[in-house]
């Protein structure tokens, strides 16, 4: 193996990673069963930290985490997933949360969006390396109900699956509701309120062109030169800070995890 090959575990707790959440979670919702089962039942507009910190949390422990750690995790998901259903076709969008064809969409999101902003902060990857990451990623969704032989085998066939799902996303009114409030963060700590800008900027420039329209959210010429320079800014800067600074959350929420599960009997 190549000595400077990365895998999963060498990319996935960079704290840059978190930049492209609002665009993975904009692109799940876009999916239309997705979509609507997140307008029926989730909340998570009104609590973007409790999110975030449940959706790392859980790559955390599935990269780095140890079996119990990996089962508590299940359990959150699995639980708060448990009601997200509906018993009709809702708007023409029948939605199950454990549909593994869902949650392969949701874990495919997490991966595109994943390596599309490592590779504009630290440059392209080596074939070796996206090879591996891609292998590695598989565990995310094969740990809840995504069976390992619906993840598409190899890069080249993710690539066809992935090309195959863009002409089917798009938002409606009430997705374009959760996309506004998520990106308003009114009712979120006034810190997190104060970085919204760059939030928006972030997720919004992540977008490809059809789904900021299908969103419809404004991205002027000064917009994308904004993002354009941010980013700059970010690839000439973010590598060259201490691994240790880089991955602080990683390590923060998983020994918050860590301590949940030593009160936790049976595990």
Not at 190 to 214: E, F, Q, V, Y
Request: glycine share 6%.
């Amino acid at each position: 193996m190549n000595q400077t090959s990365r895998g999963l575990r060498d990319i996935a707790g960079e704290i840059v990673l978190v930049a492209g959440g609002g665009r993975a979670i904009l692109m799940q919702i876009a999916h239309p069963a997705v979509g609507r089962g997140v307008a029926d039942h989730s909340d998570f507009a009104s609590r973007p930290l409790d999110r975030l910190k449940a959706t790392l949390t859980y790559v955390y422990a599935v990269v780095y985490g140890s079996p119990d750690e990996v089962a508590l995790v299940r359990q959150r998901v699995n639980r708060a997933h448990a009601p997200v259903h509906s018993a009709h076709e809702a708007a023409g969008h029948p939605y199950d949360a454990y549909d593994p064809e869902l949650q392969l969409w949701v874990a495919a999101t997490l991966y595109e969006t994943a390596v599309t902003l490592y590779q504009r902060v630290f440059g392209r990857l080596d074939e070796e390396s996206a090879d591996r990451i891609y292998q590695d990623y598989a565990s995310i969704g094969t740990a809840l109900q995504v069976p390992q032989e619906i993840w598409p085998a190899d890069r080249r066939a993710f690539g066809q699956y992935w090309e195959s799902m863009l002409p089917r996303l798009g938002a409606d009114e009430a997705t374009q509701r959760v996309a506004n409030d998520l990106l308003r963060a009114s009712s979120s700590p006034w810190w997190l309120r104060l970085a919204m800008p760059l939030g928006r900027l972030m997720t919004i420039g992540l977008l490809s062109p059809d789904l900021r329209s299908s969103f419809a959210l404004p991205w002027p010429r000064r917009a994308q030169r904004s993002f354009d320079r941010w980013m700059r800014f970010t690839a000439a800067v973010y590598p060259r800070l201490p691994r240790w600074a880089r991955h602080r959350l990683r390590d923060h929420y998983l020994a918050q995890l860590r301590a949940d599960v030593r009160l936790v009997p049976g595990l």
